[in-house]
C-alpha cells in the first residue's frame, strides 16, 4: 500500500500564519489562505469532456504556502522549493484526507481514461482518488509526461523513477501504460523534468551527471529569480500536444463511450497554462498571461479552452 507515514512539518504547533481545519474528523494546521474545493461533479461532467485536476496538499505546499502567507514570495522561498527534503514531496497527512473525501466524488465520474503526471503527489493523488471507483478495472491510466509541473524546484525532480514504477506504482493500478515515459532507446528517462529548460542553460548539460545538472538548475533559478529555470513557451507547447492527444483519444473511441470522459491530474503551474488566456499575446511566451485561474488542491475543473 502507498504509505501514509509521511511528514507533518507543523505538528504540534500552531502558526500564527496557519489555521485548524477539520477533514473526516480530523484536525489538521493549514496556511491561512487555504481553501476547501467545492465538488459540483454533476454541473463539471456537463461542462466539459476533460476534466482537470489538481494534486491533494503536499509537505512541500504546506511549508511553502505558509512561507508565502508570512512573507509574500520573497527569494527566501527558494530554500523551501531546494530544500532535499521536498524532492518529489510526497502528499501531506492533510493531502490524503482530502484526496479520500474527494473519492466520494471522483465516484460519479464516467471517465475511460486518467492521464497521470509522472510525480509522486498526482500518482497518489490518482490511488486515493479512484481505488475505490466502481469502474477502477476498466479505466486505461497512463503516465504522461507532457502533464508534469513546470520545474520550479526540487519537488519537480525525482529519482529512480523506473524502480518506483515497476515496485510501487504498478500494483495500484490496472492497465497502466508508461510507455509514454520511455525514450527513443527505450529507457525511462530519469531527466524528464529538463526537457523544456531554456536553451542557453540546457546548451550547458552534455557530459555532465545528473546532480551536476540539478545544480545548474537551481543556479539559473537564483540568477532568474522569481522566474525559473523552465520556460513557459516550452510549457505551452507540451500543453497543446496533450490536448491534441486528448482530441485523437476521444475521436477514436467507439460510439458506446462517446459520453465518458478523461481525468487529467496535475498541478497548479502547469494548470495556469493550460487555463490561461493567451490571445493577444505575442511568443515567445516568457510568463504566464494575466487570466488564468489558480486551481485547489483536489478541485476538479471542467476543461473548456479546447473544443475536443
Known amino acids: 500500500m502507498i504509505s501514509k507515514k509521511v511528514p507533518s512539518i507543523l505538528k504540534n504547533t500552531v502558526h500564527k500564519f496557519c489555521r485548524v481545519v477539520r477533514l473526516n474528523g480530523k484536525e489538521f494546521h493549514v496556511p491561512i489562505g487555504f481553501e476547501e474545493p467545492e465538488y459540483d461533479i454533476e454541473n463539471i461532467q456537463k461542462s466539459s469532456k476533460v476534466i482537470l485536476v489538481r494534486h491533494a496538499n503536499?509537505?512541500?505546499?504546506?511549508?511553502?504556502?505558509?512561507?508565502?502567507?508570512?512573507?509574500?514570495?520573497?527569494?527566501?522561498?527558494?530554500?523551501?522549493?531546494?530544500?532535499?527534503?521536498?524532492?518529489?514531496?510526497?502528499?501531506?497527512?492533510?493531502?490524503?484526507q482530502?484526496?479520500?473525501?474527494?473519492?466520494?466524488?471522483?465516484?460519479?465520474?464516467?471517465?475511460?481514461?486518467?492521464?497521470?503526471?509522472?510525480?509522486?503527489?498526482?500518482?497518489?493523488?490518482?490511488?486515493?482518488?479512484?481505488?475505490?471507483h466502481p469502474n477502477k478495472e476498466k479505466i486505461n491510466y497512463v503516465i504522461h509526461p507532457g502533464i508534469r509541473?513546470?520545474?520550479?524546484?526540487?519537488?519537480?525532480?525525482?529519482?529512480?523513477?523506473?524502480d518506483k514504477l515497476v515496485n510501487e506504482y504498478q500494483k495500484y493500478f490496472p492497465n497502466?501504460?508508461?510507455?509514454?515515459m520511455k525514450t527513443k532507446s527505450g529507457y525511462y528517462n530519469e531527466l524528464f523534468y529538463c526537457r523544456d529548460i531554456q536553451p542557453e542553460l540546457r546548451s550547458q548539460f552534455q557530459g555532465k551527471s545528473k546532480q551536476e545538472i540539478e545544480q545548474l538548475i537551481r543556479a539559473s533559478s537564483e540568477e532568474r529569480f522569481p522566474k525559473s529555470a523552465e520556460i513557459v513557451e516550452g510549457t505551452y507547447d507540451r500543453v497543446q500536444k496533450v490536448k491534441k492527444y486528448i482530441e485523437k483519444?476521444?475521436?477514436?473511441?467507439?460510439?458506446?463511450?462517446?459520453?465518458?470522459?478523461?481525468?487529467?491530474?496535475?498541478?497548479?503551474?502547469?494548470?495556469?497554462?493550460?487555463?490561461?488566456?493567451?490571445?493577444?499575446?505575442?511568443?515567445?511566451?516568457?510568463?504566464?498571461?494575466?487570466e488564468t485561474r489558480l486551481v485547489k488542491n483536489c478541485e476538479f475543473v471542467a476543461d473548456t479552452t479546447y473544443k475536443y
Open 249 to 290: 483519444h476521444i475521436k477514436n473511441r467507439l460510439p458506446e463511450d462517446q459520453y465518458k470522459k478523461v481525468l487529467v491530474i496535475t498541478h497548479s503551474l502547469l494548470l495556469k497554462v493550460w487555463l490561461g488566456n493567451w490571445s493577444g499575446m505575442e511568443r515567445p511566451f516568457t510568463s504566464l498571461p494575466k
Open 98 to 132: 482530502q484526496a479520500k473525501n474527494a473519492s466520494k466524488y471522483a465516484k460519479d465520474l464516467d471517465v475511460d481514461l486518467v492521464l497521470i503526471s509522472p510525480l509522486k503527489r498526482t500518482i497518489q493523488t490518482a490511488y486515493y482518488l479512484l481505488r475505490n
Open 149 to 162: 509541473e513546470h520545474l520550479v524546484g526540487v519537488s519537480e525532480m525525482t529519482d529512480n523513477w523506473e
Open 58 to 96: 503536499t509537505v512541500f505546499n504546506l511549508e511553502h504556502d505558509t512561507f508565502i502567507a508570512e512573507h509574500g514570495y520573497a527569494r527566501d522561498v527558494l530554500k523551501i522549493q531546494y530544500d532535499e527534503k521536498h524532492r518529489d514531496t510526497p502528499l501531506s497527512e492533510f493531502g490524503i
Open 176 to 180: 497502466l501504460d508508461s510507455s509514454l
